[in-house]
């Protein structure tokens, strides 16, 4: 097999969520013990914190964007760098200030900004794919939301019972509550 055609040195590098999760923390400046110290779901929170999403689904991400077939979302291989796509991730859980950004990821003020924003136009790109309605032919949905407000007496209680807590209602002044109902159907094509 010939290393040096162009398929072959276009491999992707696909990471599990463990060890995306892993080098996302340290890259917020979490130390391997403290990482290994803690619970997978207290660093799966520290995660989403830093990053926004569970680790799952950034490796999934990470995964798309090498893998696509949306021109404009795929990242060549020259551009694949797990630091940037975190950097970007980072950005738009926190949107940090590019003085900020600059100590986190060790990144030049500029180099950082452009980076982020390749990474962003990527994922973004990625909304052909990812966000797809079905077909529904000659089908037409419609929906209808109809709501009521109505307030209500305190029910009685044992002075020492529990009060029912976060019952008041702003637009009636007093307690109560307020109701929904959504009614979804579908009818044949109205114009046809």
Known sequence: MDFDDEESQDVSTIYTADEIMK?????????????????RKRNVRRFVGHFGVPPTVAAQVWEDLQTTTTPEAFVEAANRNIDHFLM?????????????????FDVDEQLGRDWVW??????????????????FGNL???????????????????????????TF????????????????????????
């Not at 949905?141 to 976060?166: A, L, M, Y």
């Not at 109701?179 to 044949?188: D, G, K, V, W």
């Open 23 to 39: 080098i996302g923390l340290k890259r917020v400046n979490y130390k391997r013990k403290r990482i290994k110290r803690a619970r």
């Open 88 to 104: 970007a991730l980072h950005h738009l859980k926190k949107y940090p200030t590019e003085l900020e950004r600059e100590p986190i």
């Open 118 to 135: 390749h990474f962003v136009e990527k994922i973004r790109a990625l909304k052909a794919e990812k966000i797809v309605w079905p077909d």
């Open 140 to 166: 037409i949905w419609v929906i209808s939301v109809d709501g009521t407000d109505c307030w209500f007496h305190e029910p009685k209680h044992q002075e020492s019972g529990p009060r029912i807590e976060n």
């Open 169 to 192: 209602h702003t637009n009636l002044r007093r307690l109560g509550s307020a109701t929904s109902l959504a009614f979804l159907s579908r009818m044949e094509n109205l114009f046809g």
